[in-house]
């Protein structure tokens, strides 16, 4: 499942679309440059990782500590409240966890394992929200963690349903073994995503983290697009996925079938 992975791979990924030369592009290069694990980077750190000059850094990130996008910190500088503020803002999200809470109490319930939820950005999964007991395995995910489609639970049962051109690019790009059980071949991939379409479900096996399990199954909105996806991840010493394959596929459709009422009365009342 790679739900509990601690490398983020997503951190710093959009530099490549962003310019360089606009304030604004600069911006951005700074808060993509914090990872999920930072609790303070000094001025120094944050300048090898952007590539901008000292000078012009310092200038930017006094300017976002004044707004609050950025905190000074006895060891440097971390993100800010003001940026969990505006992402709490983020209606259409919000709105899915806000559905999504009471399933995922429902399958912690009935598991006792780790329950994830999240959605598909690009080539990676993000994690919008986790409920976990005192047994957590492994290394804890991190809410707004990203984690990569091909090798977690969550991510293939997004990424079976996702749209030609992306599955053909997870297939044709590098898939890195994360462990010595990663399915790492473009053919057997393929294999497993088209059994995900079969079973509703997806499984991985210590693929993303040694000693992890999971157990994944897609949300439908309702036009029958993937909107997102949830999973339970348990210790590969006590925890048999299979066991709850049943109780993953109908927590999805419930988070599914009140998306779809949620959409029906918006319809209506417009």
Same mark, same amino acid.
């Given at each position: 499942?790679?739900?509990?992975?601690?490398?983020?791979?997503?951190?710093?990924?959009?530099?490549?679309?962003?310019?360089?030369?606009?304030?604004?592009?600069?911006?951005?290069?700074?808060?993509?440059?914090?990872?999920?694990?930072?609790?303070?980077?000094?001025?120094?750190?944050?300048?090898?990782?952007?590539?901008? /000059?000292?000078?012009?850094?310092?200038?930017? $990130? %006094?300017?976002?500590?004044?707004?609050? @996008? *950025?905190? #000074?910190?006895? &060891?440097?500088?971390?993100?800010?409240?003001?940026?969990?503020?505006?992402?709490?803002?983020?209606?259409?999200?919000?709105?899915?966890?806000?559905?999504?809470?009471?399933?995922?109490?429902?399958?912690?319930?009935?598991?006792?394992?780790?329950?994830?939820?999240?959605?598909?950005?690009?080539?990676?999964?993000?994690?919008?929200?986790?409920?976990?007991?005192?047994?957590?395995?492994?290394?804890?995910?991190?809410?707004?963690?990203?984690?990569?489609?091909?090798?977690?639970?969550?991510?293939?049962?997004?990424?079976?349903?996702?749209?030609?051109?992306?599955?053909?690019?997870?297939?044709?790009?590098?898939? /890195?073994?994360?462990?010595?059980?990663?399915? $790492? %071949?473009?053919?057997?991939?393929?294999? @497993? *995503?088209? #059994?995900?379409? &079969?079973?509703?479900?997806?499984?991985?096996?210590?693929?993303?983290?040694?000693?992890?399990?999971?157990?994944?199954?897609?949300?439908?909105?309702?036009?029958?697009?993937?909107?997102?996806?949830?999973?339970?991840?348990?210790?590969?010493?006590?925890?048999?996925?299979?066991?709850?394959?049943?109780?993953?596929?109908?927590?999805?459709?419930?988070?599914?079938?009140?998306?779809?009422?949620?959409?029906?009365?918006?319809?209506?009342?417009?």
């Amino acid at each position: 499942m790679g739900e509990n992975g601690t490398d983020e791979v997503g951190a710093g990924s959009a530099h490549g679309a962003l310019d360089r030369n606009t304030v604004l592009g600069k911006v951005m290069i700074v808060l993509h440059a914090f990872t999920i694990d930072d609790h303070g980077v000094s001025l120094a750190e944050l300048a090898r990782r952007t590539d901008i /000059p000292k000078a012009s850094l310092h200038r930017i $990130a %006094t300017d976002l500590v004044g707004v609050r @996008l *950025l905190e #000074r910190t006895p &060891a440097g500088y971390r993100l800010g409240r003001q940026l969990f503020e505006l992402g709490m803002r983020a209606s259409v999200e919000r709105s899915l966890v806000e559905v999504a809470i009471p399933f995922m109490e429902d399958l912690y319930e009935r598991t006792h394992e780790t329950v994830h939820f999240g959605i598909r950005d690009g080539m990676e999964v993000i994690y919008l929200t986790k409920i976990g007991g005192h047994r957590q395995v492994g290394a804890p995910s991190r809410v707004g963690g990203r984690m990569p489609l091909y090798c977690t639970a969550i991510g293939r049962a997004l990424l079976a349903w996702a749209e030609p051109e992306v599955v053909t690019q997870v297939l044709t790009g590098p898939l /890195p073994r994360r462990t010595p059980r990663t399915v $790492a %071949t473009p053919g057997m991939l393929r294999q @497993l *995503l088209d #059994r995900v379409i &079969a079973e509703g479900v997806s499984y991985e096996f210590e693929e993303s983290a040694p000693g992890i399990v999971c157990v994944g199954a897609p949300i439908f909105e309702s036009e029958g697009r993937v909107v997102a996806a949830i999973s339970v991840t348990g210790p590969v010493t006590g925890f048999r996925p299979q066991q709850h394959a049943a109780s993953v596929r109908a927590a999805a459709a419930g988070i599914g079938a009140t998306l779809a009422r949620r959409a029906h009365l918006s319809e209506q009342l417009d």
